[in-house]
């Protein structure tokens, strides 16, 4: 397990903008991850009713990102290079709010292409081995 400490600092998202809690388990193509953020009432995603079930698309990305800075620091470089997110395919959610589940949230990604220029991962988000959402996202590492 890599506690928050061991990666928080690779990605952009910083203080409660960072959702995941701590990787589970990581490899070349795929990372698990959890989180009780989803509870937190200083959660920035949460609207007055609670924390809309889209969001958990966000959960998937920034466990891609978390992936990404992974592979890069175990590649000898320093960070991984910025991306942008600017594509979500067929996700689909079982909740419409996930702010009243207790527990943590299990985050999944894989890996499905990986080159200079981007990435497109596959995601789902479980709450006690039931699924909450799932899709495709695909980033993109804009020039400097």
């Not at 409660?16 to 589970?24: G, K, P, S, W, Y």
């Not at 920034?62 to 590649?75: D, N």
């Not at 689909?92 to 009243?100: A, C, K, N, R, T």
Request: aromatic share 4%; proline share 3%.
């Amino acid at each position: 397990m890599l506690a928050k400490t061991d990666w928080a600092q690779l990605i952009p998202h910083a203080g409660t903008m960072c959702l995941l809690d701590a990787v589970l388990a990581w490899d070349e193509r795929s990372i698990h991850a959890i989180s009780a953020s989803h509870a937190r009432a200083d959660n920035p995603l949460r609207g007055p009713e609670g924390l809309h079930a889209v969001h958990l698309a966000e959960y998937g990305a920034q466990a891609m990102a978390v992936h990404a800075a992974l592979l890069a620091r175990a590649g000898g470089v320093e960070s991984a290079r910025p991306g942008r997110l600017v594509s979500l395919r067929d996700v689909q959610l079982s909740e419409e709010y996930v702010d009243h589940l207790d527990g943590h949230l299990d985050v999944h990604a894989e890996c499905l292409y990986a080159d200079e220029g981007g990435a497109q991962y596959a995601f789902r988000i479980e709450h006690r081995d039931r699924l909450l959402a799932s899709g495709r996202a695909a980033v993109i590492h804009p020039e400097s």
